[in-house]
């Protein structure tokens, strides 16, 4: 079946650094692919949709300048979490949308921790 | 704005037993819904996807139903066994094909042996 990668699948950092979490989607195309974030014992929630060429959709209060997502290519899109807070530790899950089958397939998480 | 809800939050049974995970949704007009498994610390596998115009899917022991008029969705767990344990997420695609999920919070159910 179709696989999704993110890496790194954990990172630790300190407070006010940059982390770059990238989603590669191995055996198909993804037009679109979808930042989530889950919070202990929370549901996934859905940060930004983002089309390969364009800019990212952001939902309603997620800040666009703290979290730029980039998809310049069609099985690349890259999450950066700019000057990271404690409260931005969070499991990082993206999806990337088949082009063809228009199915949605899941990354395996990355874990972020905030020191 | 559509909401997802699921009940119970967490669901305890003993091994053998029959259980249902309900989920139910705000807004009627979905693409489709899907039901995942989720282990500790790990990512997401489907298990089960509606379209909105079906009304129920079956994979082995697992039978999931929709009545998208009500808003609602059950997942049928049939003889549970503790590999079953996991955190049991309801997801609904809101409009059309290829469109975000909208998840609610899950059920975490424990079998124990």
């Known amino acids: 079946g179709a696989v999704v990668s993110q890496h790194p699948s954990r990172v630790i950092c300190k407070s006010g650094t940059s982390v770059k979490i990238e989603c590669r989607s191995l055996d198909f195309q993804a037009t679109t692919m979808f930042w989530y974030r889950q919070f202990p014992k929370q549901s996934l929630m859905l940060m930004a949709t983002?089309?390969?060429?364009?800019?990212?959709?952001?939902e309603q209060g997620v800040e666009k300048d703290k979290f730029l997502i980039n998809h310049a290519s069609l099985t690349l899109s890259t999450l950066t979490v700019t000057s990271a807070h404690p409260e931005d530790s969070s499991f990082y899950i993206c999806s990337a949308r088949d082009r063809g089958s228009l199915t949605q397939y899941f990354g395996p998480g990355t874990r972020l921790l905030v020191l | 704005k559509q909401e997802v809800t699921q009940i119970p939050a967490a669901l305890s049974v003993p091994e053998g037993e029959n259980l249902v995970l309900n989920c139910s949704f705000t807004d009627s007009a979905i693409y489709n819904l899907q039901w995942f498994r989720q282990d500790p610390g790990k990512g997401l596998t489907s298990l089960l996807l509606i379209q909105s115009s079906q009304r129920e899917q079956t994979s082995g022991r697992l039978n999931a139903s929709l009545d998208k008029s009500s808003g609602r969705s059950t997942l049928y767990i049939a003889a549970s066994q503790p590999g079953d344990s996991a955190t049991y997420l309801c997801a609904v695609r809101r409009g059309q094909a290829g469109t975000a999920l909208i998840f609610g919070k899950g059920t975490t159910l424990s079998v124990s042996s």
């Open positions: 983002s089309n390969e060429g364009s800019k990212a959709t952001y």
